[in-house]
Structure formats: C-alpha cells, structure tokens
C-alpha cells in the first residue's frame, strides 16, 4: 500500500521530508506527535526519510517497490 509508520517512541516528531534518491523534496509534515503515517509515492524507487524530532535528526534509506 505503500503506507509507513514512523514511531519516535518517548520523542516528539517535528517535522518529516521525504526525498527522492536525487535530492528531490517530495513531501513535508509538519507536526508534533509521537507516531506519524505517510504515504509513500507510487513509484517504485527509493527514497529518504528525513525526520527531525525535540532530540535530533535522522534519515532513512526507504525502498518502494
């Protein structure tokens, strides 16, 4: 379905941006929640997940297939 879930356990998310593997920005969420659902686009390829939370920073290699 191309649905993911993004758990900050005792953090907060801030703010998530997905990237395509070429450095295009995709999409923006900006929040603050404990657990967040994206969808991911439909084409298969693979993307970054960059997801900022009130403790740091972290990106993610995500595959579509």
């Known amino acids: 379905t191309g649905e993911i879930t993004i758990h900050a356990g005792t ?3 801030l703010e998530v941006n997905l990237y395509s593997i070429a450095g295009e920005l995709i999409q ?3 929040v603050k929640v404990q657990t967040l659902r994206m969808t991911l686009p439909d084409t298969p390829g693979t993307y970054l997940l960059d997801v900022k939370t009130n403790r740091g920073r972290r990106i993610e290699k995500i595959l579509r297939q």
Do not use: G, K, L
Request: hydrophobic fraction near 15%; charge should be positive; avoid cysteine.
């Open 11 to 13: 953090d907060q998310i």
């Open 28 to 30: 923006t969420r900006r």
